[in-house]
């Protein structure tokens, strides 16, 4: 009698913990925030984090989205909810690459909604599927500002072998500083595989990812 009622009591323990694992399955898949982003508060993405996203798109360098925190969404539409800017910039790479993996790394905000496109695993691997192609712009004035930040001057960037000299100056117009980071940001952005540029892209990225936000 007490061997049932002890194998009864360990069955009802066990449907609970299954209960309970299944509804924070539930929890997840509906988009629920977790507890730390609930705990933190959700913000919009600043500089930095516009900064990190671009670069991500630009150099097809998705290791560059994990830079951004949970914390930081992007605002509703009226035909678009509310993301993860982490999301978006996961989304972003896949539908530009056609490259569906990375859509695990993708996760909507909030519950199902019926009248607004979301951004989530199903919505990322349709637009990897299609090669959709998408992704967000930095003032040209930041811009240049992130690369000197970054120790890039325009003078210089020929030494990194992958694009050629300007004219030198202490007065360079800024239109033509912009257009020099914009030339070289454009040979790195992954499709060229000499030495060079690969050596080049490597450590753009790493210093993309030593920067520190606001």
């Known amino acids: 009698m007490q061997r049932e009622i002890a194998n009864w009591i360990w069955t009802r323990r066990w449907h609970a913990l299954s209960v309970v694992v299944a509804l924070l399955v539930l929890a997840e898949l509906a988009g629920v925030q977790s507890l730390r982003d609930q705990v933190a508060g959700m913000r919009p993405p600043n500089r930095y984090e516009n900064f990190y996203r671009y670069m991500a798109q630009e150099l097809n360098a998705p290791l560059l989205c994990r830079k951004i925190p949970w914390?930081?969404?992007?605002?509703a539409g009226i035909d678009v909810a509310a993301s993860y800017a982490?999301?978006?910039?996961?989304e972003t790479i896949a539908g530009n690459t056609g490259n569906p993996w990375l859509c695990w790394s993708v996760k909507r905000l909030g519950a199902v909604s019926v009248v607004r496109r979301q951004t989530s695993v199903w919505s990322c691997v349709y637009g990897a599927r299609r090669h959709e192609h998408g992704g967000i712009a930095v003032p040209p004035e930041e811009l240049v500002q992130f690369f000197?930040?970054?120790g890039y001057r325009p003078e210089a960037l020929?030494?990194?072998?992958?694009?050629?000299?300007?004219?030198q100056g202490r007065d360079l117009p800024?239109?033509?500083i912009y257009d020099a980071y914009m030339l070289f940001l454009r040979e790195l952005d992954g499709s060229k595989r000499d030495a060079a540029h690969v050596s080049a892209r490597r450590r753009l990225i790493e210093r993309v990812e030593a920067l520190q936000g606001d």
């Open 148 to 150: 000197l930040q970054m």
């Open 71 to 75: 914390s930081v969404r992007e605002g």
């Open 86 to 90: 982490r999301s978006d910039c996961f």
């Open 158 to 167: 020929h030494l990194e072998g992958v694009t050629p000299a300007i004219v």
């Open 174 to 176: 800024r239109g033509q």
